[in-house]
């Protein structure tokens, strides 16, 4: 069963910003959350992970609330290359099992 | 450095034959997972090798199986192949102790398996 709960799929313009979130209501105290992004007929590639508040490298920037219940990954100006299938993965060290939900579809429009 | 290469990179096999897929890790990563991904569908975990053992595994059926070399290379073998066996399989590797979920997976662009 997976934890996390993310839209099915997204539409935005090129130049936008993008937010995508992901619901992990059962987050656990040593959960961590990871994004992947996905193109077709590839493997995942990591984007960002993080623990709490906010986390920014070169391509995202990833906001986490204070109870940790959900996440937020943020693409700044998107362009066509950015459509894509994006992963929320959330935990830890002591999962036996590494779950991917349905991923989120982002269909960059120019 | 190198990436995580799979191969072959794509497959065509018959129902009830056996198959096996081969993966070589990113340089200095020394843990190796194996996915299957259907079509439409997120990545699903099938078992983690570490230090040539086995450390963690989905729910799939024991027809499928590994294993890990002590270049940290490794096997996914699939006997008695379904047809609902077809799909991409991906594998990723990463540097971990010994336990799941050091979530920076490196992941190879996966071997297309066609069962007929």
């Known amino acids: 069963l997976a934890k996390t709960t993310q839209p099915i799929s997204m539409d935005s313009y090129e130049g936008q910003e993008v937010n995508i979130t992901c619901s992990h209501n059962?987050?656990?105290?040593?959960?961590?959350i990871t994004w992947y992004q996905q193109f077709p007929s590839q493997g995942p590639r990591f984007i960002i992970q993080?623990?709490?508040t906010k986390v920014t490298n070169e391509v995202a920037s990833l906001f986490i609330p204070a109870d940790r219940k959900s996440s937020t990954l943020s693409l700044p100006r998107v362009s066509l290359s950015d459509t894509a299938v994006y992963y929320c993965l959330v935990g830890d060290s002591r999962d036996d099992k590494i779950i991917f939900g349905k991923g989120t579809r982002l269909h960059i429009l120019p | 450095e190198t990436g995580v290469t799979q191969s072959p990179t794509h497959l065509i096999k018959t129902r009830g034959q056996q198959v096996t897929l081969r993966c070589s890790s990113q340089s200095g990563h020394n843990t190796v997972s194996w996915y299957q991904q259907a079509l439409g569908q997120g990545p699903q975990f099938i078992f983690q090798y570490y230090r040539e053992e086995e450390n963690g595994r989905g729910n799939f059926p024991p027809r499928f199986s590994g294993l890990q070399f002590p270049n940290y290379s490794s096997e996914l073998n699939v006997n008695a192949l379904e047809l609902d066996d077809s799909a991409l399989y991906l594998c990723?590797?990463?540097f971990g102790t010994g336990i799941l979920a050091n979530y920076g997976y490196t992941f190879g662009s996966g071997t297309r398996l066609t069962v007929v």
């Open positions: 993080g623990y709490k």
């Open positions: 059962n987050i656990a105290t040593n959960d961590y």
């Open positions: 990723a590797s990463s």
